[in-house]
C-alpha cells in the first residue's frame, strides 16, 4: 500500500501545549501497538519506515528509509544492554537517532521514559526538535503526542510515555528510570556521567544506553574507553562498539577512505563535493576527527605527508659553531641528543638505548669539544645527578620548560615551519623515521601537543626542543625575529 504524504505541509507547533493536561480518550489504540513481528530490530525498521517521513533535506517529504549501515546498528542496539558508536559528522546520526528515540517512545508499552543527554542542554534539546519535526510530518502521530515546552517534555499520551532533555550533569540523572537514554556527542561527555547511567540499567526492563558521536580531542570520556577495549577484544559483556573511521595514516584527500569513514557517502545522502571542500579548508586533525573518524591522538602521522623529507637539507655545523642541544629520552627506553643552530638548521647528534649516565656524559663531553654550546636543555625530570654535574662542569644547563603554554606554542610552530618548508635540517634517517612517528593530541581549543608514545621518538622530541630554544636564544641576541 502507497504511504500517504503530508499533503498540506508539516503542523508546525501543533504539539506545543502550556496548559492544563487533558486525558486521552482513544477508541482504539494505535495500529502499530499490536504488530507482531519476527524480531525487535525488525519492528523498529518497520515502524520508521511506515509511519515517518523525512522532515527536510535529502529526500525531504518522502518516507523515511532505514539504511544499511543503520540496519546493522539496529542489530547490535537490540542485543545489547549499552552501544557504543563511532561515525564522522554528517553521516545522519541526529536523524536516525531521534527516529529510535521515537519508536520507543510510541511501541505501546506504558509508562515508557526516554532520556537525551548531552554536554549542555540546548544540544540534546536539537534531538528533541528533530523528534518534533518527525511528529509534525506525521498524520498518525501528531494527534497523540504533545509536546510541553515549559519543562521541555514530549509525552505520548496513549501508554504516558515521555521523553525529555538533560543536560551532561550527574545531577542531572539521579533518578531517572529510563527505558532509553541516548548520550549525544558522547565523545565530549565526562567518564563518570556516562558510568552513572550505566549504574541505573538494572531500575527498567529492557532498558539500553546509547552513546553516539564523532571522536573528541582527549581520552578522558566513554567512546574512548570503550574503543580501546574494543581494539583489544576486552569489552565488557552487553556492551557493543560500532565504529566507522578511516586507516590511520592515510592521506586525507583518499576519497575511497572517505567512504570507507562515512557510509552516508555510499547510501547518497552525504555530498561528496562538500567533504572535498572540508579537507581543503579545514585544519588537518580537524578533518580527521570530524569527517574520518579518527581519534586526533591515532589519527597517524603528526605531519602532512612528506613534509619532513621536502625541507631543505643543512650539512652539519662545521666544527665551533654556536649550537643548542637537547637532551630527551628516560632510563628504561632510548636517549638521544640532537642540535639546532642558532640559525635554525636541525642536526642529529646521537642516540643509544638505556644509556648510563657515563655514555651520556662522555658524549655530551665529546659535542663541547666540537662545538659552542649556547645551551643544553633536556627533559624535564630526567638524571638529576648527571645534570647536576654537568652544570657544575660549566655545561649551560636548561631544564626544558614542563608548562602547557611552552609546548603547545613550540608544537604549533616547528609544525608551521616544516609544512611551509621553512626549517632546514640535515635529513638524518634515525631523525626522519623518528619524525614520521610522531602524533599530536589536540585540545578542544586546537592547541596541539607532541604525544611520546610507545614508539621511539626521543630523536624527534629532541629536535623540537633544539629548535625551538635556539629560534629563542637567536631572537634575544638580535633583539628582532629571525626568519626560520
Given amino acids: 500500500m502507497a504511504k500517504t504524504l503530508v499533503r498540506d505541509g508539516p503542523k508546525h507547533g501543533a504539539l506545543q501545549r502550556t496548559g492544563r493536561r487533558k486525558p486521552l480518550r482513544l477508541t482504539e489504540l494505535p495500529r502499530w501497538h499490536g504488530w507482531r513481528v519476527a524480531s525487535e530490530h525488525e519492528r523498529i525498521i ?96 501528531h494527534d497523540l503526542i504533545e509536546y510541553w515546552a515549559r519543562d521541555s517534555t514530549l509525552e505520548y499520551r496513549p501508554t504516558g510515555s515521555i521523553m525529555r532533555a538533560h543536560p551532561a550533569k550527574l545531577s542531572s540523572v539521579q533518578g531517572l528510570e529510563f527505558s532509553l537514554a541516548l548520550v549525544d556527542e558522547i565523545g565530549f561527555v565526562p567518564s563518570e556521567l556516562v558510568s552513572a547511567l550505566i549504574a541505573r540499567l538494572g531500575k527498567g526492563e529492557n532498558a539500553r544506553i546509547v552513546g553516539f558521536g564523532t571522536p573528541g580531542f582527549g581520552t578522558d570520556n566513554m567512546l574512548e574507553s570503550m574503543r580501546g577495549l574494543a581494539h583489544t577484544g576486552e569489552l565488557p559483556p552487553g556492551v557493543s562498539f560500532i565504529e566507522y573511521a578511516a586507516d590511520g595514516g592515510c592521506d586525507i584527500f583518499d576519497r575511497a577512505q572517505w567512504r570507507k569513514a562515512n557510509p552516508a557517502l555510499v547510501e547518497g545522502f552525504l555530498r561528496e563535493d562538500a567533504l572535498a571542500l572540508q579537507a581543503g579548508t579545514l585544519l588537518e586533525h580537524e578533518f580527521r576527527a570530524y569527517h574520518l573518524g579518527q581519534p586526533v591522538e591515532s589519527s597517524g602521522p603528526w605531519l602532512p605527508f612528506g613534509a619532513w623529507e621536502n625541507c631543505v637539507e643543512a650539512l652539519p655545523p662545521r666544527d665551533g659553531t654556536q649550537v643548542v642541544l637537547a637532551l630527551w629520552g628516560n632510563y628504561a627506553r632510548q636517549v638521544a641528543i640532537v642540535g639546532a643552530t642558532l640559525d635554525g638548521a636541525v642536526f642529529f647528534g646521537w642516540q643509544a638505548e638505556k644509556p648510563s649516565d657515563d655514555d651520556v656524559e662522555s658524549a655530551l663531553h665529546a659535542a663541547a669539544e666540537q662545538w659552542e654550546i649556547v645551551e643544553l636543555t633536556h627533559k624535564p625530570h630526567i638524571r638529576f645527578n648527571l645534570m647536576a654535574k654537568l652544570a657544575d662542569q660549566g655545561l649551560p644547563v636548561v631544564g626544558w620548560p614542563a608548562d602547557a603554554k611552552n609546548d603547545a606554542e613550540s608544537t604549533a610552530a616547528l609544525y608551521q615551519a616544516i609544512a611551509e618548508g621553512e626549517l632546514a635540517h640535515d635529513h638524518d634517517q634515525t631523525l626522519t623515521e623518528q619524525v614520521s612517528r610522531l602524533t599530536a593530541k589536540v585540545d578542544r581549543k586546537g592547541n596541539p601537543r607532541l604525544v611520546e608514545s610507545e614508539a621511539s621518538v626521543s630523536a624527534a622530541l629532541a629536535a623540537r626542543a633544539a629548535w625551538w630554544r635556539a629560534k629563542a636564544l637567536a631572537e634575544e641576541s638580535v633583539g628582532e625575529l629571525v626568519i626560520y
Fill in 46 to 141: 518497520r515502524w520508521c519506515e511506515d509511519l515517518l517521513l523525512l522532515p527536510r533535506g535529502t529526500g525531504g517529504g518522502e518516507p523515511f528509509k532505514v539504511a544499511k549501515y543503520q540496519r546493522l546498528f539496529l542489530k547490535e542496539y537490540i542485543d545489547s544492554l549499552a552501544t557504543f558508536a563511532s561515525i564522522p559528522a554528517g553521516n545522519g546520526k541526529t536523524t536516525f537517532m531521534a527516529a529510535v528515540a521515537l519508536e520507543r517512545l510510541c511501541r505501546g508499552d506504558d509508562y515508557v521514559e526516554v532520556d537525551i543527554l548531552a554536554t549542555k542542554e540546548d544540544q540534546a534539546q536539537r534531538l528533541i526538535e528533530a523528534v518534533i519535526r518527525f511528529v509534525e510530518c506525521s498524520p498518525e502521530l
